[in-house]
């Protein structure tokens, strides 16, 4: 079975620092994809980042960054210079790789609030 | 503007009662998800639908129903059979596409009067 771990359950920093989310993953799938959504206090989940099993570079998007390591099954989330509306529930997800039959397992999220 | 539209934002129900939420989307995506969201929990999965006149149960189906009539609509009926429906409920719909993501809507929030 899958399984995704996000053990921060809340996270408070000060504007401008940085802060990094963590996700640990369980699966006995060889493929899989890996997911970061964004889920403001208005409630719809937006997508941040999707990473498949076999591509472990790291991606940079502007402020944020995705760090994948099969290693440790990890696939932590940093956000750098954290602003305000960076406030929010982020969740992590797995998927197995059964191309037009994509089932999320959801992590149980992490709360981020940034303190101006 | 394509989007996913999920209606009502608010929703209650009466003990007993069958209630049935909304999900239209204009995105021409095949497959299309409800999800269920309670506090301080992720996203657990009750049905999804590949494609037209076809659906799978996910993870926690009980107590649910939905029905595939046209491509672009999906709705999730909640029965009186579900003990305890009070939850945030997200429908979610992706193109065939296996590089693509599965795009959420706004959610509808049912609470048991």
């Known amino acids: 079975a899958q399984k995704v771990t996000q053990a921060q359950t809340e996270i408070s920093v000060v504007e401008k620092e940085d802060v990094t989310l963590d996700c640990v993953y369980e699966?006995?799938?060889?493929?899989?994809?890996l997911f970061w959504y964004k889920q403001p206090p208005s409630g719809e989940l937006v997508f941040l980042i999707r990473?498949?099993?076999?591509?472990?570079q790291n991606e940079i998007s502007g402020r944020y960054s995705w760090n994948f390591q099969k290693s440790t099954s990890s696939f932590n989330f940093t956000i750098t210079a954290s602003q305000v509306v960076d406030s929010a529930v982020y969740f992590c997800?797995?998927?197995?790789?059964?191309?037009?039959?994509?089932?999320?397992?959801f992590g149980t999220g992490t709360r981020l609030t940034i303190i101006p | 503007d394509g989007g996913i539209t999920q209606s009502p934002k608010y929703l209650f129900r009466k003990e007993g009662q069958n209630v049935t939420l909304s999900c239209e989307q204009n995105?021409?995506?095949?497959?299309m998800y409800w999800y269920r969201q309670d506090p301080g929990q992720g996203l657990r999965l009750i049905y999804y639908?590949?494609?037209?006149?076809?659906?799978q149960k996910g993870d926690i189906a009980e107590g649910y129903s939905v029905s595939r009539e046209k491509k672009e609509s999906f709705p999730l009926t909640v029965t009186s059979a579900q003990k305890n429906p009070t939850a945030f409920y997200l429908c979610?719909?992706?193109?065939?596409?296996?590089?693509?993501?599965?795009?959420f809507g706004d959610g509808t929030r049912l609470s048991i009067l």
């Open positions: 997800a797995l998927s197995e790789a059964n191309f037009g039959n994509e089932k999320l397992t």
């Open positions: 995105l021409n995506h095949d497959a």
């Open positions: 990473r498949n099993s076999f591509d472990e």
């Open positions: 639908s590949q494609i037209v006149n076809d659906f």
């Open positions: 979610a719909s992706r193109t065939d596409n296996s590089n693509q993501p599965q795009h």
């Open positions: 699966t006995r799938d060889t493929t899989y994809y």
